[in-house]
């Protein structure tokens, strides 16, 4: 069963189309990863998808209910949930303020108490929760906002390169962090330029190039394509 | 509740702050039986201001929101005084004037702040629009000298400005001179509360979440526009406040008390103070008014420069506020001394040695 439904979508930025008419589908349950070169137009379909821009065409679906033209928060409060490409925290904030701000709506009290603990144990965080979160390091902010998407118990997770910036073996808690809660039933759409990475965790696969599906199918028929190869070694004008 | 009046987006916490406020308040209440009646009129009137003080400090410091248009529901809400006083009849019908006036101000404020935050209108562009609204109504209400111009029997006077109506009273008992302080002293105490609570609750979270990063609270399910709407109006009813309060007190008001020289003046007491913090607002807001006052009895022009002086001595020297950069420099030393208090051995490993010098 799809829980999100991308159809015909465009989206053009003046005389520059960045995503032309996307079909994507995530069922749910599942570790969707979406791949291409850099400009394939990944993250504005991201954000197309979370509601950060809208479509100049088309129609994006979550739970079978049209939501093209809902706000952000709103997708939000229906289940959805994104860690952006840069880290996006609230910098001149303690660390456990920004994960309370994320949770207050869901929990009060001592609950909200200890699954703030629970959080920031979770992302080896609890040592600096008193510190400004500006002042965490590249990878900890990622950590971090990670933890904020989390505190929000969606059913859909958007990780817009939750990776970058991580040493290998952050990189590898990361995705199994990630198979955990998709082993609890939540559904994980993630963009990644690490194929290691995307080896480690997904069971399906996008590929985008030039704002346009370029292939998609399980993660074995994808590696062992030869056009995906070339688009990511640069070879599609060579030809 | 006390832990929301003490909560972490507030300096000042523990029972050495709560002393303190206790002693300063101990003080202010008996302060009108050392004080001479003209005195603790003067008094009252700086504490007219504090409550738009405490209204920008709550949109800049807290959501981020520079507003120049304090003056603006200032105004409105003191001709709205003025207007209603004149025309529902003294006694206690001012009290409701005053409370409907505060009711217009913040009507018009969500008005314009609907049209200005749905509109996507922040940063500077905010300042700039609420500047313009704030200069559209003093100038307006400067050409309105004509007898036309009247609501009922309350005429506008142009740049000579409204008078007649009646100071705030209960039947036929009018409440000046000291009763007006205690009135001022209680609002001014119920007032600092309520937002130390409403900044350190769930709502306030929201409200710093938005200044700090509005695309992550967002993110997060929160509708930011709402907030923003929220803060802005009880912001702006806080100068409405301020506004009815002073045509009361006064029982006049003129155009120029909104116009761009006043519109500035609550820039710069929440900047000097630091805006980011309640306590330091109204510290430091009481504190540029009596000097403000001081210096405007010998020379308004030098008053006027000194402000403009103190608010670059700000931005140069102290861009988080003068009084709030001491507040955390004592909280700091005054922490740092009871650590080592209660660690002598810490103490003695802190202190320099001398081949580390």
């Known amino acids: ?239 | 509740m006390f832990k929301l009046l003490d909560g972490s987006q507030t300096l000042g916490r523990g029972w050495t702050f709560w002393s303190c406020f206790v002693a300063v308040l101990a003080a202010a209440l008996i302060y009108p039986v050392f004080a001479d009646s003209y005195d603790v009129g003067n008094f009252s009137y700086f504490l007219i201001w504090i409550f738009m003080a405490l209204g920008l400090c709550l949109m800049w410091g807290y959501g981020g929101m520079l507003s120049f248009g304090q003056t603006l529901f200032f105004g409105i809400s003191g001709y709205a005084y003025g207007v209603l006083a004149i025309n529902m009849g003294g006694g206690s019908a001012t009290i409701a004037a005053l409370v409907l006036s505060i009711i217009i101000a913040m009507i018009a404020a969500g008005i314009l702040g609907y049209f200005m935050i749905w509109g996507g209108i922040n940063g500077i562009f905010f300042g700039i629009v609420t500047l313009s609204a704030t200069l559209v109504l003093a100038f307006f209400l400067g050409q309105t000298a004509g007898p036309e111009w009247h609501i009922g029997p309350a005429r506008l006077n142009g740049y000579n400005g409204m008078k007649g109506m009646d100071p705030l009273a209960i039947g036929d008992y009018f409440i000046e001179g000291s009763a007006l302080y205690y009135v001022m002293v209680a609002l001014i105490v119920i007032v600092y509360l309520a937002l130390r609570m409403l900044v350190n609750s769930r709502i306030g979270n929201v409200i710093v979440a938005t200044r700090e990063n509005p695309q992550r609270a967002e993110m997060l399910g929160y509708d930011v526009r709402k907030y923003q709407l929220l803060t802005f109006v009880i912001g702006s009813g806080l100068a409405g406040l301020s506004g009815a309060l002073y045509t009361s007190w006064g029982q006049f008001i003129t155009p120029s008390s909104i116009g761009l020289p006043a519109a500035a003046m609550p820039i710069v007491w929440v900047a000097f103070s630091g805006r980011s913090d309640l306590t330091a607002t109204l510290v430091g807001s009481f504190l540029l008014l009596f000097g403000f006052q001081t210096i405007t009895v010998y020379s308004q022009q030098a008053a006027l420069v000194l402000m403009g002086a103190l608010l670059l001595a700000t931005v140069m020297l102290a861009p988080q506020g003068f009084v709030l950069g001491i507040g955390k420099l004592v909280a700091d030393r005054w922490s740092a001394r009871r650590r080592l208090g209660a660690s002598p051995a810490l103490a003695d490993t802190s202190r320099l040695q001398p081949d580390e010098t």
């Open chain 1, 1 to 239: 069963m799809s829980l999100v439904d991308v159809k015909g979508v465009t989206k053009r930025f003046g005389g520059l189309t960045a995503v032309s008419d996307v079909d994507l589908t995530v069922n749910a349950g599942e570790i969707h990863c979406l791949i291409g070169p850099n400009g394939a137009g990944k993250s504005t379909l991201f954000k197309l998808i979370v509601g950060l821009y809208p479509p100049t065409k088309g129609t994006i679906l979550f739970d079978s209910i049209d939501i093209t033209e809902e706000r952000p928060s709103a997708r939000v409060q229906r289940g959805m949930s994104i860690k952006m490409q840069a880290p996006s925290v609230f910098k001149e904030l303690p660390v456990r303020q920004n994960i309370q701000i994320a949770l207050q709506e869901r929990f009060s009290g001592a609950q909200r108490i200890f699954e703030e603990d629970r959080l920031l144990t979770l992302l080896n965080l609890a040592p600096d929760s008193g510190k400004v979160a500006g002042a965490l390091s590249h990878g900890q902010q990622q950590w971090l906002e990670i933890g904020m998407a989390l505190a929000l118990q969606p059913q859909l997770l958007l990780l817009d390169e939750p990776t970058a910036g991580m040493s290998p073996e952050e990189t590898f808690r990361t995705g199994e962090l990630i198979k955990s809660f998709n082993a609890e039933g939540m559904t994980v759409l993630v963009v990644e330029h690490d194929m290691a990475f995307v080896r480690q965790i997904a069971q399906r696969v996008t590929v985008l190039h030039l704002g346009k599906i370029f292939a998609r199918g399980n993660l074995e028929a994808i590696i062992q394509d030869e056009k995906v190869a070339e688009i990511y070694l640069g070879k599609t004008h060579a030809h």
